[in-house]
């Protein structure tokens, strides 16, 4: 199985740009039962992180499979035509939409002599370029070398080099590899104690807010956090239509109606997050356990927004936020389509057949949350959002303050 148009109209971008960008296929399995519409809206994102690195996909490669095969991921023979296209067509990255284990990733090596991606490193290779503070360094950095160092053995090519001389661990002829892997054991470990000292502080610093009620906001990437976050708290929080915009966490005081309240906005879960991201940020996820109420933003207008809010879901019960209040805010309702069914077509209508109005009814009738469908870019229902979210928050101020509630 093969589709040959990319989305985003990627082919021309990369025909523009030309040399500028690296050219890259991209290559999934779609899994025995699995709807070939999923595996092509994750390929959909798999092309949207490639482009957040500055990378253009010019052509798709699937192949359906129990399971991806445990030492090239794909069949030989698709593995040699995805090889034979990349020579033939100047290709010079791979992006594999799972994350291939070394020795996977050393096979495909052997067969194709281009820029192997798997999905982790693509993830880590955006956050690598996004991170903006020495904290958000530290933890990619951390994320990174704990990724690097089972493949070591695939990153180096002169791992027969004999290193000799005294004072070597094991004596003379001791291989690089050997040293290599020390070398960044050392700095994890450098880099755990510097996340440690880190992490006091910003617990120091939580624990100087006082008892003011925390608001988090959580979502997928890319789904308008940072726009609301900007539009309630009147900040300027950087937002772009990017994967990953947001990594370090921002908190800003909000007050309505002389109610104060505290508001952070996290970095975005996605589909697969390494779990090496997820240990290193574990002092940024902090501010979503340790909130009193999270507002999960859901993109409405995302084909596969359901499938998004179970990764979500997921991800909050993993870091041991899965018991907390949630206010569900469907974003982005001025970018909702769907296709309206002929009246002769008898089958059942998908979601994608429902209209906003009737998509609001099903959800508010069955989400066993609030929930408020709105659009932060075109300020389309804010101000009854700003009503919910002050009645949420005053009443839990009231639960923990209930003899200063009369200022309210």
């Known amino acids: 199985m093969e589709t040959n148009k990319p989305t985003n109209n990627t082919t021309q971008t990369a025909a523009a740009d030309g040399a500028a960008r690296e050219r890259a296929v991209l290559i999934s399995v779609v899994r025995d039962g699995q709807d070939p519409r999923q595996a092509a809206e994750y390929l959909d994102e798999l092309e949207f992180l490639a482009e957040t690195a500055d990378i253009a996909s010019?052509?798709?490669f699937t192949q359906r499979l129990p399971q991806p095969s445990s030492r090239i991921y794909v069949g030989p023979g698709k593995l040699e035509e995805i090889a034979a296209y990349c020579k033939e067509n100047e290709i010079g990255v791979?992006?594999?939409?799972?994350?291939l284990s070394p020795s996977q990733t050393r096979n495909i090596e052997k067969a194709m002599p281009y820029r192997i991606l798997d999905r982790t490193r693509l993830i880590l290779d955006i956050f690598l370029s996004r991170a903006q503070t020495a904290y958000a360094k530290t933890q990619v950095q951390l994320a990174n070398y704990e990724y690097m160092l089972p493949r070591l053995s695939g990153l180096w090519t002169h791992l027969e080099r004999q290193r000799?001389?005294?004072?070597?661990?094991?004596?003379a002829g001791e291989r690089e590899i050997e040293t290599d892997r020390r070398i960044i054991r050392n700095r994890i470990a450098k880099l755990k104690e510097d996340l440690k000292k880190i992490d006091r502080q910003m617990a120091v610093q939580r624990s100087n807010r006082g008892a003011l009620v925390r608001v988090a906001l959580v979502g997928y990437t890319n789904v308008g956090k940072s726009t609301l976050m900007n539009l309630i708290s009147k900040s300027d929080v950087f937002a772009e239509n990017k994967l990953f915009a947001t990594l370090d966490t921002t908190v800003r005081k909000v007050v309505f109606d002389n109610l104060p309240f505290l508001m952070s906005d996290t970095v975005g879960?996605?589909?697969?997050l390494p779990t090496e991201l997820i240990e290193s940020f574990k002092s940024t996820l902090d501010e979503v356990r340790e909130a009193d109420l999270l507002l999960h933003v859901v993109d409405i207008s995302h084909p596969q927004f359901e499938d998004q809010i179970a990764v979500v879901r997921q991800t909050l019960q993993e870091i041991g936020a899965g018991d907390k209040p949630v206010y569900l805010v469907f974003n982005k309702v001025d970018?909702?389509?769907?296709?309206e069914k002929d009246e002769d077509d008898l089958t059942p209508a998908t979601k994608e057949n429902l209209s906003l109005e009737e998509l609001k009814k099903s959800w508010i009738a069955r989400a066993n949350t609030p929930c408020i469908f709105l659009s932060a870019r075109e300020k389309i229902n804010i101000e009854k959002f700003r009503t919910d979210l002050y009645g949420m928050v005053r009443e839990i101020h009231a639960g923990r303050y209930p003899f200063n509630n009369f200022l309210y």
């Open 58 to 60: 010019v052509k798709r």
């Open 94 to 99: 791979a992006i594999f939409d799972d994350e």
């Open 164 to 171: 000799g001389g005294t004072g070597t661990r094991g004596g």
């Open 269 to 272: 879960f996605i589909r697969k």
């Open 335 to 339: 970018a909702y389509t769907y296709v």
